[in-house]
């Protein structure tokens, strides 16, 4: 655990009620907001694949954020499942964590990281924490097929 602007990071395991419920909400939200077809987010097992990192900034005893490094190959990896509770909205959680995992994604000799997202309304404000942080639109990578609701971005590092 690294304390980090008021909020402190750690690696979550995602054996806690609070992450995991924040995983619920996530879904929920990617689901209510997107076209049938158009979700690629983590559910609780895809999460806990090897190849992906989990982090979560709490300020107390409550988590504020959650979001996840998922290596892609040697040199590029994922931002997924990045989420903020609805208690710590707009208060800087999300953009700490996001800073955090790019950090992560350096020491790891990661290049480029790259994240999928969607359209609309819903997805505005974290479009724009990433486009604040760097984060360009770009090509699908990974397997994904472009589409006219979901977006890539990518930071090269």
């Known amino acids: 655990m690294r304390a980090c602007k008021g909020f402190d990071i750690r690696e979550d395991d995602l054996s806690g009620d609070q992450a995991r419920e924040l995983?619920?909400?996530h879904l929920k939200g990617m689901h209510a907001n997107s076209p049938?077809?158009?979700?690629f987010a983590l559910d609780l097992s895809g999460?806990?694949?090897p190849s992906v990192t989990v982090w979560s900034a709490w300020r107390g005893e409550k988590i504020a954020s959650i979001g996840a490094l998922?290596?892609?190959?040697?040199?590029?990896a994922e931002v997924k499942s990045m989420r903020t509770h609805p208690d710590f909205l707009r208060k800087g959680a999300a953009a700490q964590l996001l800073e955090y995992i790019i950090n992560g994604a350096?020491?790891?000799?990661?290049?480029v990281l790259s994240l999928e997202t969607g359209s609309g309304d819903a997805f505005e404000p974290a479009l724009a924490l990433y486009r604040?942080?760097?984060?360009?639109?770009?090509?699908?990578?990974g397997g994904y097929i472009a589409s006219?609701?979901?977006q890539y971005f990518h930071l090269r590092l």
Do not use: C, H, T, Y
Request: proline letters at 6%; hydrophobic letters at 40%.
């Open 70 to 76: 998922k290596m892609l190959g040697r040199d590029q």
């Open 148 to 150: 006219a609701f979901n």
């Open 106 to 111: 350096r020491e790891r000799a990661v290049r």
């Open 47 to 49: 999460l806990k694949d």
């Open 23 to 25: 995983i619920v909400l």
């Open 132 to 141: 604040r942080r760097g984060f360009v639109r770009g090509e699908p990578f």
């Open 36 to 39: 049938p077809g158009s979700v």
